[in-house]
């Protein structure tokens, strides 16, 4: 709608089965989406596997005993949050 502005966070969630084979699909829905904070999961991303995302946070949790699995969330850099580690339950907070 004209002249309204958008107040609240564009989020995008999806599993990605294996984010390397699927990075052009990924890069291409970014170049045409604005998002505040990405999502995803089933990335199967290893601790040795280098990512970034220019503009924003990475938050990586990677499983390392399978080799499928992990989730990345990436916020962008312009927002202010506080990853909590806690060793039964993980969270972000978004403020």
Same mark, same amino acid.
């Given at each position: 709608?004209?002249?309204?502005?958008?107040?609240?966070?564009?989020?995008?969630?999806?599993?990605?089965?294996?984010?390397?084979?699927?990075?052009? &699909?990924?890069?291409?829905?970014?170049?045409?989406?604005?998002?505040? %904070?990405?999502?995803?999961? &089933?990335?199967?991303?290893?601790?040795? /596997?280098?990512?970034?995302?220019?503009?924003?946070? %990475?938050?990586? /949790?990677?499983? &390392?005993?399978?080799?499928?699995?992990?989730?990345?969330?990436?916020? /962008?850099?312009?927002?202010?949050?506080?990853?909590?580690?806690?060793?039964?339950?993980?969270? %972000?907070?978004?403020?």
């Amino acid at each position: 709608m004209a002249g309204s502005q958008n107040c609240g966070l564009n989020i995008f969630q999806w599993n990605c089965t294996g984010l390397f084979a699927h990075l052009n &699909e990924f890069k291409q829905h970014l170049a045409q989406n604005p998002y505040d %904070v990405i999502c995803l999961q &089933e990335t199967f991303l290893k601790p040795g /596997k280098n990512f970034t995302l220019p503009g924003f946070t %990475v938050i990586r /949790k990677d499983r &390392e005993t399978s080799r499928k699995g992990g989730l990345i969330t990436l916020i /962008k850099d312009s927002l202010n949050f506080t990853e909590i580690n806690n060793a039964r339950c993980d969270r %972000v907070y978004i403020s």
